[in-house]
């Protein structure tokens, strides 16, 4: 089993920064894909930014310029760096680890999503 914890949400004025981190743990043979999706209310998930093991990143129109994903391979570790906050970026950030192949049992490649980690940006 593989397990996503977020970290590093919270409450943060207009303007101001945030990281957060999500650690994949268990037994993890490969990661092809990390990432960071959120859910505002009343609407669709979508996606953040996505980077991929080759470090192949992707960003959603609406962070361009604002945030940096980055990884830690070694500790199966996700980063979301965003500047400039607005309200508008207020959700539930989920991380997102895809095409996993774990080690005991042999398995793979499936898809986690971690629980969540509420950013609220104040006006």
Not at 34 to 52: F, I
Not at 99 to 110: A, H, K, L, Q
């Amino acid at each position: 089993q593989v397990h996503l914890v977020e970290s590093g949400g919270g409450l943060v004025q207009t303007g101001g920064s945030l990281r957060l981190s999500c650690a994949a743990s268990g037994s993890i043979f490969e990661i092809n894909v990390m990432g960071w999706h959120r859910q505002a209310p009343g609407k669709q998930r979508e996606l953040v930014a996505t980077v991929t093991r080759r470090g192949n990143t992707n960003y959603a129109d609406s962070v361009k310029g604002r945030a940096t994903i980055s990884t830690d391979n070694a500790k199966n570790t996700v980063y979301l760096q965003m500047n400039s906050l607005k309200p508008e970026d207020t959700a539930v950030y989920y991380c997102y680890a895809g095409g996993v192949y774990s080690t005991s049992p042999v398995r793979g490649p499936y898809d986690y999503w971690g629980r969540g980690a509420q950013v609220t940006v104040s006006s």
